[in-house]
């Protein structure tokens, strides 16, 4: 099977025509309202936010996105990314299977279109965890979106949280630290900002998000 074709929701394969008959289900237009966007710079703890997520509330749905990265150990294609290649990824963008995609610090990552909107046509909120680039792609495509801003408590302690990590070598921690404060300086482009102090706080808080969108208004 070849990686478009496991692009749709939950890894199932889908055909080209299931995003335009869920439109047609949602009749006509899908709505973003109830997609939210998780972003922040390298190390705030997004992955961590999302994994306790998947842990405690398996009925949100999140997108899992298509990279170039090489996997880190104990990462689980199709779980926590799908690993591609160079040539896949030119071709998701040639064929317009990405909703969104950007380079950060060396490696490109995009987020699956089919997938997104067909949750959103089903009715069911969506998350993303991705970065600014991502998040401004998403914006101008998708006004109604909510952007949520991941900010550390501190710079010291985004350092040592990226550095404690331990997954990447010094010049990459580097660049993902310059990219680090171009993101917290777009901070206020978003709709609103969660302080990462602690995962189950922040995890509370989204859930409580995703529960509410404008439409319920
Ligand atoms: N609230 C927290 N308090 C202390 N440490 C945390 C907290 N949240 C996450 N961490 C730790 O910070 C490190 C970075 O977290 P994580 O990998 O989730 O960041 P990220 O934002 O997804 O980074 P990247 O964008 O590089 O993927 C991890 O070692 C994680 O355990
Ligand atoms: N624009 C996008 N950014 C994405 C996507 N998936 C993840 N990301 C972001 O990339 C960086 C680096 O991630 P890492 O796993 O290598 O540490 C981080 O900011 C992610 O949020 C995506 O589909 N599109």
Not at 22 to 45: E, F, K, M, N, Q
Not at 196 to 203: D, E
Request: with cysteine; glycine share 8%; hydrophobic share 45%.
């Amino acid at each position: 099977m070849e990686i478009a074709d496991r692009l749709a929701p939950d890894g199932r394969g889908g055909s080209a025509a299931a995003a335009s008959s869920a439109a047609s289900a949602a009749g006509g237009s899908i709505s973003s309202r109830r997609l939210t966007v998780l972003s922040g710079p390298s190390g705030v703890g997004k992955s961590t936010v999302v994994a306790e997520i998947r842990r405690a509330h398996p009925e949100v749905w999140l997108s899992v996105s298509v990279t170039t990265r090489a996997p880190r150990p104990g990462e689980i294609h199709g779980v926590h990314y799908f690993f591609a290649d160079d040539v896949e990824f030119d071709r998701l963008v040639d064929e317009g299977e990405l909703l969104e995609w950007a380079e950060f610090a060396g490696n490109r990552y995009g987020t699956p279109r089919r997938a997104v909107l067909e949750h959103l046509a089903a009715g069911v909120p969506a998350l993303l965890e991705i970065d600014l680039q991502g998040a401004r792609q998403v914006r101008a495509s998708m006004p109604d979106a909510r952007l949520v801003f991941l900010a550390p408590p501190s710079w010291e302690e985004l350092v040592r949280r990226l550095v404690g990590r331990g997954t990447e070598a010094p010049e990459v921690i580097e660049r993902r630290l310059a990219a680090a404060r171009e993101e917290l300086a777009a901070e206020k482009e978003f709709d609103l900002t969660l302080v990462n102090t602690s995962v189950k706080g922040v995890c509370a808080e989204l859930i409580s998000l995703l529960a509410v969108h404008p439409s319920d208004d």
